[in-house]
């Protein structure tokens, strides 16, 4: 016999028992099929989030990946800055020119400022709906579901990963929620990935740009303390991103400070021009103190216009107590602040520019201490040597006029001792020149004011002279061609035109030194000769500058002659 238990009827197509357990087991069985299939998408993402070590790549990947993942069909990526807005804000699932009509990106209201303040999951049925909303701008697309989790970096809140408008309509599940939290977690740890890796790369560039600096700097002759430091600038506009970059020296007289180096949109605008950083700030960092971050450039750089400025970063250029000026860099009023690796490695980058500027400066100074030991060799040798001889001669051949009568000979052996005196005085005239030659080189602007008072000794009044800009801040060569046509013109002001009032003026403006002399004399006819005029036009002609000269019968001279620096 067979017991019931066994009876053929129990597996019978018809029993029900056996139909439920079917269902049960197939239902079982499909949801592991799909959490078999939601863990291998989960580890795809994870692997697609760290297959590269680029911070906005992994960012981009990170929002890619969670899309496809929990089937959104938008997503975004929040990026928390120091002031506890969104700095970042990476979107998937809207195109460029969508992006563009809908405006700029939002900064962290409404929900997606809640999870800035409280970073835990959040799911919402309608985002519309909740009491934070903030609202949607013109021409963004409709969302509803929503799925928001923090993105932490060991323990700090990096950013929070949005999603929104589920695949098919419905609401983010609590197993959406549990997956997107992991993915989260696996990108925390991608992100620090990449931003040390973006940190040392940084750090790499820029210790790179301080030895090139520093070779260019020093491998060359040419005198940087007196300006010309546009390559310099550059160089940090490269690598600190910026719109701008300014090397701000002292002045070489007076209060204030000149650039003496530019870069970026603009420069050319910059070079050369007088600053005024009064901001206490700006001034404590001048004294050698830390970097120091600006959020607007406008007001903080008394004549610059800072309009079109945004975050800038002001930095030494000391070294050992010796302090050459700053470095300020600016961005774009829509970028970033500058962040902790580009503040501190500019600070290296300023000590670097600093140190090489004192080391040239020392090399010049001990290069000039070795032509004025020379000169003084010179002079001395001069003096005990070869004067001591001519002297002698001379009285020798003087003694010659005892042992003639005639008179022509007398008269040869006087012209031969007038020309030996007339060399011992020119030697003499020689030895002083190199004995009163010291290292300190006279200002442009003193050689101005005493070349104009010079020629005013021989005239009833004085030439009225202005001088405007960072005029001492002329570089050796041109200031040598300022000084002689400041003396031509008012030579020949002096001697053709006959007037009663001449002024003089020199100004360093935007790049370009120019010299104005203006007299109200008799003025004169363009056919007539000219030669000095003509000299000032071919020193202009040389340095790619240019003369103009406006004159007419009776109606005085202007003679404005500019080069560029």
Known sequence: ?????????????????????????????????????????????????????????????????????????????????????????????????????????????????????????????????????????????????????????????????YLTEKEGGGDFTAEDEALAVALAAAAGVAIENAKLYDDSRRRARWLEACMDVSGLMLGSDRDYSSGGLDPIAARALLESESALALIVAPAVSGPGYIVAGAAGEGAKDFSGTSLCLDSPELQDVLSGGEPVMFDHAAGVLDGIDGGGLGPLLAVALSTQGAHHGLLLLARKPESLRYARTDVEMGAVFGSHVALALELARVHRLREELLVFTDRDRIARDLHDLVIQRLFAAGLSVQSLTRFTKDELATERIRNITGELDEAIRSLRDTIYSLKSSSGETELLSGRIRRVTRSSAKSMPFTPRLTLTGPV????????????????????????????????????????????????????????????????????????????????APDAGTSVEWSVPL
Do not use: W
């Not at 700095?87 to 962290?108: N, Y």
């Not at 001449?502 to 030669?531: C, H, M, P, W, Y």
């Open 1 to 161: 016999m067979h017991s019931p238990d066994n009876s053929p009827e129990v597996f019978s197509s018809g029993n029900p028992r056996i139909e439920d357990l079917l269902k049960d087991f197939v239902s079982r069985a499909g949801e592991l099929l799909q959490s078999q299939e939601r863990m291998a998408g989960l580890l795809e993402a994870v692997v697609a989030v760290a297959e590269d070590l680029s911070l906005d790549a992994v960012l981009e990947r990170v929002v890619q990946s969670a899309c496809g993942l929990l089937h959104a069909r938008y997503g975004a990526l929040g990026v928390i800055g120091d002031d506890h807005a969104l700095s970042h804000f990476i979107t998937v699932g809207i195109d460029g020119e969508l992006a563009q009509q809908i405006g700029p990106l939002p900064t962290g209201h409404g929900v997606l400022g809640l999870l800035i303040s409280d970073p835990r999951p959040l799911r919402l049925h309608d985002l519309r709906k909740h009491p934070e909303a903030y609202g949607f701008p013109e021409h963004h697309p409709p969302m509803q579901s929503f799925l928001g989790v923090p993105v932490r970096v060991r323990d700090t809140v990096f950013g929070n990963l």
């Open 472 to 551: 001492d801040a002329v570089t050796p060569d041109k200031a040598d061609n300022v000084v002689a046509v400041v003396s031509e013109g008012l030579s020949n002001a002096i001697r053709h035109s006959g007037a009663d009032a001449i002024s003089v003026s020199v100004a360093v403006i935007k790049g370009q030194v120019t010299v104005v002399i203006t007299d109200n004399g008799s003025g004169f006819n363009d056919s007539l000769e000219r030669n000095g005029l003509a000299n000032l036009e071919d020193r202009a002609r040389m340095l790619d500058g240019q003369c103009t000269i406006t004159t």
